[in-house]
């Protein structure tokens, strides 16, 4: 724990980063505007039943022309960071080639409005829209597009290094890979548990190749990666409850993290399911290049008890029904959760440094008569975690920061507009922002009056 002469009153440290996350194409909308070409999630949205309601991101909260709001809200908020990600679609339309300069333009006075603001830019390079073109040649499953990562990675690190300081190389590459590819609840839709391990490896080697050609580069700052770990509690104090719990959390957490830190695949998880990664020579040491830090998404833990290992369990465990309150997507109300999986990180793995880098709640958020969203239901899911995180810096972990999830209500995924994150409400009609009460709840533990 840090000296006590550093920390502020709510028990966190006086340097300790507080900021808000989004995505490219939850927000940005203007999909078609100064050469951006088309990412697997235009596609997807226009297939019939992927997302309901037949939604798409052709809008969004219309952040490509409406970024000036969006800043002076995140200064209203007091935040010190900003964590946003670039679409590689508007910085090469086929995913290779010659950069767009209307794209790098557009996320230089992104970025330098920021930094006017007293906001730091964390720029994400692949928040899941990766170019059509690329997924027609085979996308994440072919080890070219770890290749084509790495270019467009470099191109950005030269463009807007002497700007951004934090880059965070992929967010969550299990979605990435297994809702993209096994489960097809997530673009491109498709349904090979095979593929998906083979996108594992390579989102994993366009991770290792980024961070190789960010330390190229010569740009100043920090390189990570981003995953939603999941390390689900046992059921029971029974032996195996307890190894089905370790069982379950490999695919979102060791599959990733062992071979980040040097340890390869985890073997006895791939025997489970019968599949082996396209390794080639290099491969795992590049993937184990060093990085500054491990950004953590949470929302929920599960519960987990032991089960016959068969076709539909193969890891041997089943999830059982909680207690937990749960928000509009389903999902437990768990803020210790969230200290469980910050310390299990920071005990299993030699990470230099951790941020919570998405964590939020989706409500109904009915406006009043008055208009405003009194969401107190987001308020106490952001007090508990918090909370945890206080906690774990209290227990040693090395946690830098904190990022809410999210800014504004956006195009959520296969939910389309109909599960909402924001800290800010934003009409489907105008586009107009208004903050809910959420948002002043969160400006109070920016200043250290929150908890």
């Not at 290049?289 to 089960?307: K, M, Q, R, S």
Request: aromatic share 12%; glycine share 10%.
């Amino acid at each position: 724990m840090r000296h006590t002469s550093e920390m502020r009153g709510d028990g966190f440290p006086a340097d300790f980063l507080w900021g808000c996350s989004t995505a490219s194409y939850q927000i940005e909308g203007s999909t078609k505007a100064d050469g951006r070409g088309p990412s697997i999630w235009d596609e997807f949205c226009r297939e019939p039943g992927r997302v309901l309601g037949g939604q798409n991101g052709d809008l969004a909260c219309d952040s490509y022309r409406r970024w000036p709001e969006d800043i002076a809200l995140l200064r209203a908020l007091g935040v010190g960071a900003y964590r946003f990600s670039i679409a590689w679609p508007r910085i090469q339309p086929e995913g290779a080639g010659k950069p767009l300069q209307a794209g790098i333009d557009w996320y230089a006075r992104l970025a330098d409005a920021l930094l006017a603001a007293g906001i730091e830019p964390w720029a994400t390079l692949y928040h899941w829209d990766l170019p059509l073109a690329l997924e027609r040649k085979g996308g994440w499953p072919e080890r070219d597009t770890a290749l084509r990562f790495a270019e467009y990675a470099d191109i950005m690190f030269r463009a807007l290094g002497g700007r951004v300081k934090r880059w965070v190389t992929l967010n969550e590459p299990w979605c990435s890979a297994f809702l993209g590819y096994a489960t097809g609840e997530h673009a491109p839709g498709r349904r090979d548990e095979g593929a998906a391990y083979r996108a594992a490896h390579h989102l994993l080697l366009g991770h290792g190749l980024a961070v190789a050609a960010f330390r190229a580069s010569g740009a100043q700052g920090e390189i990570g990666i981003v995953i939603n770990p999941e390390t689900p509690r046992p059921a029971t104090l029974r032996d195996e409850d307890i190894a089905a719990a370790e069982r379950a959390s490999v695919q979102r957490t060791g599959l990733w993290l062992d071979p980040i830190h040097g340890r390869g695949y985890p073997d006895e998880h791939l025997c489970l399911h019968g599949v082996s990664m396209p390794v080639l020579a290099g491969d795992l040491a590049a993937i184990a290049l060093p990085i500054d830090f491990v950004g953590i998404n949470y929302y929920n833990e599960d519960a987990v008890e032991a089960a016959p290992i068969g076709p539909a369990t193969r890891e041997g465990h089943v999830r059982v029904p909680t207690w937990q309150p749960k928000t509009e997507m389903g999902w437990d109300v768990e803020p210790r959760g969230l200290f469980r999986v910050l310390s299990r990180i920071a005990t299993s793995w030699p990470v230099r440094a951790l941020y919570v880098t998405e964590n939020g709640a989706a409500y109904r958020d009915e406006p009043d008569a008055s208009g405003a969203v009194r969401d107190f239901d987001r308020i106490a899911y952001y007090r508990g975690h918090i909370a945890a995180c206080r906690d774990a810096l209290a227990h040693s972990v090395p946690l830098r920061g904190y990022f809410a999830w999210t800014l504004m209500d956006n195009f959520e995924w296969a939910w389309g507009y109909s599960r909402k994150f924001g800290l800010v409400r934003v009409d489907e009609r105008t586009g107009e922002r208004k903050p809910k009460a959420s948002f002043y709840y969160y400006r109070d533990v920016v200043a250290g009056q929150g908890l």
